[in-house]
């Protein structure tokens, strides 16, 4: 039976479509299989300790040591061979974030082995070997993104899929790992302060993991104990950051690409000052507003309310003003009329994806704290400001995805095809016509040379001259006549392109805005300031235990909603 022509070859795509399934569900496997044990290990559940945990760890950091290793070994044998790659993947400021990141990252595991050493004596040796295999993994990975995020791979697919695919689920187990880390230290501090605030009718137990022995250099320890927990934030972005680039390259095995280059979008300060300056201020501000919160709260009980109302006031307003700059890049978008960019690009759509999908931890607190204000009974002055701050949580996500969203699927700006080409029109003495080499792509505007008429060119000065020795006064008639004949499509030319740079600049300054801004939202929750923990009203309504549960599920994805939207604003700024 002989094929159509044009049909695609159905037998070779289902073993590809059969290998993607087949990974996926091994990924998934691998993933629920090192939850159940760190939820295990978080719960104290009889026979599971925290050396099982990090050697489940360990071995598939180690596995997917050697299939990176193995795939580098491959691609230096075949670095002649030109591929094809994604020139939407693997952007070199993520690839600069990334790798700062995982710097920090490398600080953590030393302190951890400086940990090790001291407590040696009641430690396992897989909390030893821990940190040293998770450096040689960071420093690998990181080249190994750097390389080859980009990469579209066409051989070895099979194998490559479970590769890609162990490697986005060992990173996502090293990111859930750090994430419960980090917040079980919260949470010792937070029971501890909710005395302060006079809650005494919750139960205070600790969910204490510390060494049952004695510190060899009780300084070095403290040091180390305490900086592991400052550094955490960085790891668990590190982590999320490498599982969601590790993910676009799954993605794009097998994929057959439009060749049509991309085009480079460097970031420029230019006319950026005033965003600039408006959110370094907010930047600023939150930093001296972190500082003075993690001094003040759990101090006394008016204390922690007066850091409370400060957090709710400050909050109140960096949110207010992100969505009016938000509602205004929308509303400059809806008078522009530029098509949106449809085709195949797995990792603009991850982009959306995770935007909304992360949102959706900050809702589910926004939600349940406005539960809680209108069902509680008594109503302590500063849980009234929690209203405000979050029903504007829940406006200001909706806003910014829609703006972040809707720019990068946005065509960048194109020149029109009426001035692809300007020739320069010159008459010589012997009223002989000759047309000077085209000057391609200089304006943005229309040119009128369709009807006949001459472009004007008002920085230069050109315009049609007519030369036929007959003496200067014809000359000075026809540069008059030229005058007027182009003054009305000229001002119309260059009104066009002034309102057009000046939205470009605006947009540009709303996206450097916002960009700080979520910068800014980032390093409170990322450095302890969560007041979802510390106002009790919320624990007192839905009840302790279930109230903290739905927080440690949700604040992750809140604190990684900021720093990928920080991302995708740093990627519209460079493309309006």
Request: aromatic share 12%; hydrophobic share 45%.
């Amino acid at each position: 039976m002989e094929k159509a022509p044009g049909c695609p070859s159905v037998g070779g795509s289902y073993p590809q479509k059969n290998a993607e399934i087949l990974s996926s569900q091994y990924g998934i496997n691998l993933f629920l299989a090192g939850l159940l044990l760190t939820f295990a290990w978080a719960v104290h559940a009889v026979g599971i300790s925290k050396s099982h945990l990090l050697s489940y760890l360990i071995t598939l950091m180690l596995i997917q040591l050697l299939w990176m290793l193995w795939y580098l070994c491959r691609s230096c044998t075949q670095r002649r061979l030109i591929r094809d790659k994604d020139t939407h993947a693997g952007a070199r400021w993520l690839k600069c974030g990334i790798t700062l990141f995982a710097v920090i990252t490398l600080i953590l595991d030393s302190f951890k082995i400086g940990y090790y050493v001291d407590f040696s004596n009641c430690l396992s040796a897989a909390e030893g070997i821990f940190p040293v295999t998770h450096a040689v993994h960071t420093i690998l990975q990181v080249y190994f993104l750097w390389c080859h995020a980009k990469d579209i791979i066409q051989s070895f697919k099979t194998l490559e899929r479970f590769g890609v695919i162990h490697s986005v689920f060992t990173n996502l187990l090293l990111w859930t790992n750090g994430v419960l880390t980090e917040s079980k230290h919260q949470l010792n501090e937070h029971k501890e302060r909710l005395i302060t605030l006079g809650f005494g009718n919750i139960t205070i137990v600790l969910d204490d993991h510390a060494p049952q022995c004695n510190c060899t250099t009780t300084t070095l320890c403290s040091i180390f104990s305490q900086g592991i927990y400052y550094l955490y934030p960085f790891n668990i972005e590190y982590h999320i950051l490498a599982s969601t680039m590790l993910y676009v390259l799954w993605k794009n095995i097998g994929r057959k690409v439009e060749h049509h280059q991309q085009h480079k979008t460097p970031f420029k300060f230019h006319g950026i000052t005033v965003g600039m300056i408006f959110g370094l201020i907010v930047l600023i501000s939150t930093i001296a507003k972190v500082v003075v919160y993690l001094i003040q709260i759990g101090g006394s009980k008016t204390k922690s309310e007066l850091a409370l109302t400060m957090f709710y006031l400050h909050a109140i307003s960096v949110l207010a003003l992100m969505c009016t700059a938000g509602i205004v890049a929308l509303l400059i978008y809806r008078l522009e009329d530029r098509s949106l960019d449809n085709s195949k690009n797995p990792a603009r759509k991850l982009d959306a994806e995770l935007l909304v999908g992360t949102a959706a931890g900050s809702w589910l607190l926004s939600w349940g704290s406005i539960l809680a204000i209108i069902c509680a009974q008594a109503h302590p002055k500063y849980t009234w400001y929690n209203l405000p701050y979050s029903i504007l949580v829940i406006i200001e996500k909706y806003i910014q995805n829609l703006f972040i969203i809707e720019s990068i699927h946005r065509e960048q700006e194109k020149v029109n095809d009426d001035i692809k080409t300007l020739r320069i029109v010159t008459i010589s003495r012997g009223s002989t016509l000759s047309l000077t080499p085209s000057y391609k792509e200089i304006y943005n505007g229309r040119a009128a040379r369709d009807n006949g008429e001459l472009p004007y060119l008002l920085n230069s000065s050109i315009c049609a001259r007519e030369n036929d020795g007959s003496g200067g006064a014809k000359e000075e008639a026809s540069q008059a006549n030229c005058s007027v004949m182009h003054s009305a499509p000229d001002f119309s030319f260059y009104s066009r392109n002034s309102v057009t740079n000046n939205k470009r600049r605006i947009l540009k300054n709303i996206a450097a805005f916002l960009f700080l801004c979520n910068l800014s939202l980032w390093i409170p929750p990322a450095f302890g300031c969560r007041p979802e923990y510390d106002n009790g009203l919320e624990e007192i309504v839905f009840g302790f235990e279930p109230w903290i549960i739905v927080v440690n599920l949700a604040m992750p994805f809140s604190i990684f909603y900021r720093m990928h939207s920080a991302a995708s604003l740093f990627e519209v700024n460079c493309k309006t």
